[in-house]
């Protein structure tokens, strides 16, 4: 992985001392500066970045201790010291579409145990559709005697490798179960960049146009005039006038009667 393949979703699979190899591994590349608040911005998605004013070991074992990594980032010409810290995945309000999938249904069952008692229902709908974006969640509420059942949900789902945070309710249990979805690739046309896929759209659509000057070259080799052309199309019409088609009429009918 490189800077220029980060996105928000992957930049959760990453750690801190990632983050310093590739941006070192950057600096040698021009394209850095002019897509550094971009990468920035990325970064920060997923970590807390400070910079480290005070280049002094006191100042620096302040910032490790809050649990920042140290090190050197070069940005705007200047290189300079800057403390680097995952951000922790702690509440139910910390989830998001992108980093739904980098954690592990274990996980998960600490963040809801963590942050509610009152079960799948009391989660705002927005959270439940981030979570069941990356997980299949399924629910029961039983007695608490009756929840651990043998051939019951409980044990089926255990057996199916699911995760289950119990929830009491006085002398019934909430069971929420929680597997994590496989990922379901698609296939893509890979371009390498926007600016090739303008180019192949603009190709094929001049290839379906006529060349230029094709029809002007035709006009060119047979030039009519209009009053000859109108003349020309009044003969093919009408090859014999109207008072040759009576008189042959009439020589006809003769003929007839001659009989």
Do not use: C
């Not at 070991?57 to 010291?81: H, M």
């Not at 249990?173 to 994590?180: D, M, Q, R, S, T």
């Not at 180019?199 to 006009?219: A, I, R, W």
Request: cysteine-free; hydrophobic content about 30%.
């Amino acid at each position: 992985m490189t800077l220029k393949t980060l996105n928000k979703s992957n930049v959760w699979d990453l750690q801190e001392n990632d983050i310093f190899r590739m941006w070192e591994v950057a600096e040698k590349d021009s394209d850095l500066k002019d897509n550094l608040r971009h990468y920035l911005d990325i970064i920060r998605s997923a970590f807390d970045l400070e910079e480290v004013k005070v280049d002094r070991p006191e100042v620096i074992k302040k910032y490790e201790a809050r649990g920042f990594k140290v090190g050197q980032l070069r940005i705007d010409d200047n290189k300079n010291k800057w403390g680097i810290k995952k951000r922790p995945i702690l509440r139910v309000t910390d989830l998001s579409y992108e980093n739904i999938r980098h954690i592990s249904a274990s996980k998960l069952i600490e963040v809801l145990d963590r942050n509610f008692g009152g079960g799948w229902d009391s989660l705002s709908q927005s959270i439940q559709d981030i979570i069941e974006s990356g997980f299949d969640i399924s629910t029961t509420t039983l007695p608490k005697d009756r929840l651990r059942k043998p051939g019951g949900m409980y044990e089926k789902k255990v057996k199916d490798g699911f995760e289950v945070l119990e929830i009491p309710k006085g002398l019934w249990v909430e069971a929420i179960f929680a597997k994590a979805k496989p990922i379901k690739e698609k296939p893509k046309t890979k371009f390498d960049d926007l600016e090739e896929l303008d180019k192949k759209d603009l190709q094929d659509e001049t290839e379906d146009l006529p060349e230029e000057n094709e029809y002007d070259e035709e006009e060119d080799d047979d030039e009519y005039d209009e009053e000859k052309l109108t003349e020309e199309s009044y003969r093919t019409t009408y090859e014999t006038e109207p008072e040759d088609l009576s008189l042959e009429a009439a020589e006809m009918a003769d003929d007839y009667e001659g009989e």
